[in-house]
């Protein structure tokens, strides 16, 4: 299961003067560092496995809850492979729909993706959507650590509700 870990953003208290961009730039830098380490950790994880498990690993997420200084991480298919409890601001729940789409807007199966892993492991340790900061990063061996804009699920399901993507939202053609 991803677990959160502690740590806080440069920039984020002290001097009110500080340049907003400055601060963003920051902030990016910072979440893209962190979710870089994750993963190419994971991927030392998955080697010692097996390589069609190391193939399958394609995209990981940080989530930075701003107002605890806590990291939370996930991949493609995680919540699946992690068994973790779907929160039911995503999901849903008997009396109410989440946030995700009934059906997929794309070739991705519901709740597939990083960001949504992330979030997840975020929202059920308590953070709120509205304080989150998201990066999200190829992982695969010839793009690891290069930024991967939203799908059009994560951007529907999202984008106006957390706080920043750092890596852009799905654009239509």
Request: glycine fraction near 8%; charge should be positive; include cysteine.
């Amino acid at each position: 299961m991803s677990k959160a870990s502690s740590g806080l953003f440069s920039g984020t208290t002290g001097d009110k003067s500080r340049n907003t961009a400055e601060k963003r730039k920051n902030n990016a830098t910072q979440n893209r560092r962190h979710v870089v380490l994750w993963a190419q950790n994971k991927v030392k994880e998955l080697e010692t496995v097996s390589k069609r498990q190391r193939e399958k690993f394609n995209t990981a997420s940080v989530a930075y809850d701003e107002s605890t200084g806590k990291y939370y991480y996930g991949r493609n298919n995680g919540i699946e492979k992690n068994g973790t409890s779907k929160n039911s601001i995503l999901f849903g729940d008997s009396t109410h729909d989440g946030i995700l789409p009934k059906h997929s807007l794309n070739d991705y199966k519901i709740g597939n993706c990083a960001e949504v892993d992330a979030i997840n492991n975020a929202l059920n340790a308590g953070a709120k959507l509205e304080n989150l900061h998201l990066t999200t990063i190829h992982t695969t061996s010839g793009s690891m650590g290069q930024k991967k804009p939203a799908c059009k699920n994560c951007t529907y399901s999202f984008k106006g509700r957390i706080r920043r993507n750092y890596t852009g939202w799905y654009k239509e053609d």
